[in-house]
Each structure stands twice: as C-alpha cells, then as structure tokens.
C-alpha cells in the first residue's frame, strides 16, 4: 500500500483550477457559487462595513473569499473572515498567514461536512475566537464563540429580524437583509 503524499499550499499555488482550497492535504473544489450563497455572503459584508470604517465602530479588515494558510497542509478559502486592526495595522496581501479573529462560512450543500466538522477544528486549534455558520435556504445563523478551547454556541438565529451577535455587539445587524429575506 502506497501511503497518500499530502498537498501542500505550494502545490495549491500551483494548481490551475479556479475555486480551490487546501483541506486536510487535499486540494478540494468549492462548490459552484448559488444565488442565495452570492446575496447572503454581499449582505452580510455590507451590513459589517460600518466596523471597517473609521468614522465607524471601526477596527476590523473584513474580506471575502480570502484564502488562510494555518498550516502547511491547511488553506481554506473562507467565505468571509475578519482581523482586528490592532492585531493587523496594515492591509495585508496575499495568502494570509495570520488567523482571522472572526470567520463566518456559508454552508452550502455537499460541503456540510467541512462547515461544521472539520473547519472548527481546524480554527479551534489557532484559536479564532468567532465562528459563524449561515444555512441560507433556512435563513440561520449559528454563533460560536471559544471557551476553555472549544467552540461553545452562543446564538442560534432564525426569523430574527435583527440582533447583536459577538464580536460585532458594536452594531445591531438587519438580520433579515443579512440572510436574504428582504
């Protein structure tokens, strides 16, 4: 038996393909984006710019579809993910090598199991403090927040129509802009 040589972020940089991620040592294709996948992941990058703006809240670089290199052989491509300006002065570039404070994931069909098994272990182990999961055909929005190194739930939405959700308490969100219903 031939053991399975793990792909590393080089071989991802390599790679000709559109929409992949390094996974496990594996190079994986993202799913084709849906419609509700697109609003859901606009929405809600356009209801947290206030906290990217100086006159704002302020304090965050938020960015979709960014790439996070956790490990030599661990480089998703997260939907949207967020790092506190004191912790990044400066507008990155590139690959990120640094752990996003907050990463929240569009659950899309076929990749359920990435989502919700192997993505928070994953951040649990560089200590992301924030980790979202949005079903948007259900119009859900999930919280997690580390504690004693494991992602505990602190909010469950549904049919909210706004809320204040950790890290982002700073501003109530329009939970029903956010996941598509309006």
């Not at 399975?4 to 984006?33: C, F, N, W, Y």
Request: hydrophobic share 40%; aromatic share 6%.
């Amino acid at each position: 038996m031939e053991a399975r040589k793990l792909k590393t972020i080089d071989d991802l940089l390599l790679s000709h393909h559109e929409r992949v991620e390094l996974i496990g040592g594996e190079i994986v294709q993202r799913p084709m984006a849906r419609f509700q996948h697109g609003v859901v992941q606009g929405n809600a990058r356009a209801e947290l710019n206030a906290l990217t703006r100086g006159s704002g809240p302020g304090g965050w670089w938020i960015a979709t579809e960014v790439s996070v290199a956790y490990e030599a052989h661990e480089c998703p491509t997260h939907d949207l993910a967020g790092w506190r300006k004191e912790r990044l002065p400066g507008m990155p570039s590139g690959v990120m090598d640094r752990p996003p404070n907050w990463v929240c994931e569009i659950v899309s069909p076929g990749h359920e199991r990435k989502d919700t098994l192997q993505l928070p272990l994953l951040l649990q182990r560089h200590q992301v403090p924030h980790y979202w999961l949005i079903w948007p055909e259900d119009r859900t929005l999930i919280a997690h927040c580390l504690e004693d190194g494991h992602y505990k739930v602190i909010a469950t939405l549904k049919d909210e129509t706004s809320a204040r959700i950790p890290p982002f308490e700073a501003i109530e969100l329009d939970l029903a802009y956010m996941l598509g219903a309006e």
